[in-house]
């Protein structure tokens, strides 16, 4: 598994497959081929929602204004649902056409081209397998992360404080989200709403709610986020930790220890499945988060690896088989609730957890592998195209 630092990436919303990784792979062909000219041609799910997603602005933004884009919608034998072509020109003359793919998370492969992504770090690459060395050498599931990567921890400091200024920044906003749905940011209504109904589990999940909220709206409306594993998810993650910093007062020392547990945790599924909702639905990118989420919860309050394992599994599990369906390709429709419904469920993971670890009967790495083979299963009209669920139901007005 490569280092938490290909899964924690900062950046710039709305989608990490549509706008981080093309744009890494925009500046990957400019520092190969300077001082061309170049045609895109974009494949998949880049083709059918990359409007929607901005594909086609951060491209033109990295490669020049002038960058001819092309929106491929019936190419079909792909190597990744979320491919693109790149032809380069100098002269007049076409000297060669780079196929690369964003495979989720900001992550991108280049054909033919090796090691474009960090070599790995962490030898071990299931959760069986981490579970059985770390209970071997008696630490904790965070403690294997440091003794792994000695340097991750202040990157992870760097995470948390970009994790806690977009909670705070969408706290504070009103207004329309871009793009044309008129979708109302909704984070500080609820947030700054009537509390004297609300009391103990309501008001955490309200609070919750508002976090989530916060930073998915920050998502959407092109500002800076922390993949966690994606642009789209990215609520999920800091709306658990920030709850437990803000109104827990849980120390910021916990919370880094709780942040390199989910960032194990979402690693494995990268690695042995995909976080990819072009790939395989928004349980890729939403069940991968809630799970991630409910592990960090699990850390925070000390549970044991067993219920640490347990939480996470639960957590994946009651989010299988959920599509990826963007309204009109924006990351606003449904993708913004259900980091709040996901915020919510990972509380409820880590509750089941708790009390049913000693009873459960599916390990983490079998439902990744069931969330990969689900995801595979589902019909491509839900596999972020915007051509069936409620993309293709709602009426916009």
């Given at each position: 598994m490569q280092s938490l630092k290909e899964l924690y990436k900062i950046g710039i919303g709305?989608?990490?497959?549509?706008?981080?990784?093309?744009?890494?792979i925009a500046n990957y062909i400019k520092e190969k081929y300077p001082n061309c000219?170049?045609?895109?041609?974009?494949?998949?799910?880049l083709a059918a929602t990359g409007k929607g997603h901005g594909t086609d602005k951060v491209l033109r933004k990295v490669l020049g204004k002038d960058v001819e884009i092309e929106f491929n919608l019936t190419e079909k034998d792909l190597p990744h649902p979320n491919t693109l072509d790149v032809i380069v020109v100098k002269d007049g003359?076409?000297?060669?056409?780079v196929r690369a793919m964003s495979v989720g998370g900001g992550s991108i492969k280049i054909q033919g081209v090796e090691y474009v992504e960090p070599k790995s770090v962490y030898e071990l690459t299931t959760f069986t397998d981490i579970k059985n060395y770390v209970l071997s050498k008696?630490?904790?599931?965070?403690?294997?992360?440091?003794?792994?990567?000695?340097?991750i921890k202040d990157y992870l400091k760097t995470i948390w404080?970009?994790?806690?200024?977009?909670?705070?920044?969408?706290?504070?906003?009103?207004?329309?989200?871009?793009g044309g749905l008129k979708v109302q940011k909704k984070a500080k209504y609820i947030y700054q709403s009537d509390d004297i109904f609300v009391r103990d589990s309501l008001l955490r999940n309200k609070l919750t709610c508002a976090y989530a909220l916060a930073v998915a709206e920050e998502n959407a409306d092109n500002g800076e986020i922390v993949t966690a594993p994606t642009c789209g998810a990215s609520g999920v993650l800091p709306a658990?930790?920030?709850?437990?910093?803000?109104?827990?007062?849980?120390?910021?020392?916990?919370?880094?220890?709780?942040?390199?547990?989910?960032?194990?945790i979402g690693n494995i599924v990268k690695t042995n499945a995909s976080i990819s909702g072009a790939e395989c639905g928004c349980q890729a990118e939403i069940g991968t988060a809630c799970s991630m989420a409910s592990g960090a919860i699990a850390e925070i309050y000390g549970l044991t690896i067993d219920q640490i394992e347990c939480a996470s599994e639960v957590a994946m599990e009651h989010n299988l088989g959920l599509t990826c369906d963007p309204v009109l390709?924006?990351?606003?429709?449904?993708?913004?609730?259900?980091?709040?419904?996901?915020?919510?469920?990972?509380?409820?993971?880590?509750c089941v957890?708790?009390?049913?670890?000693?009873?459960?009967?599916?390990?983490?790495?079998?439902?990744?592998?069931?969330?990969?083979?689900?995801?595979?299963?589902?019909?491509?009209?839900?596999?972020?195209?915007?051509?069936?669920?409620?993309?293709?139901?709602?009426?916009?007005?």
């Open positions: 709305p989608s990490s497959s549509h706008t981080i990784g093309p744009e890494r000219q170049y045609k895109i041609i974009l494949y998949g799910s003359k076409e000297i060669n056409t008696g630490i904790r599931l965070y403690e294997y992360v440091y003794q792994t990567e000695p340097d404080q970009v994790m806690k200024d977009s909670v705070e920044r969408g706290l504070s906003k009103t207004g329309i989200l871009p658990v930790l920030y709850y437990a910093y803000k109104n827990e007062h849980v120390s910021e020392d916990i919370i880094i220890n709780a942040l390199a547990t989910a960032g194990l390709g924006l990351v606003q429709v449904p993708c913004i609730e259900r980091n709040t419904m996901a915020s919510m469920r990972a509380f409820d993971s880590f957890a708790y009390y049913l670890a000693p009873m459960r009967k599916i390990p983490f790495d079998t439902i990744v592998k069931t969330m990969y083979e689900t995801g595979k299963d589902l019909n491509h009209k839900y596999l972020e195209t915007s051509r069936g669920g409620i993309a293709k139901n709602y009426k916009i007005d």
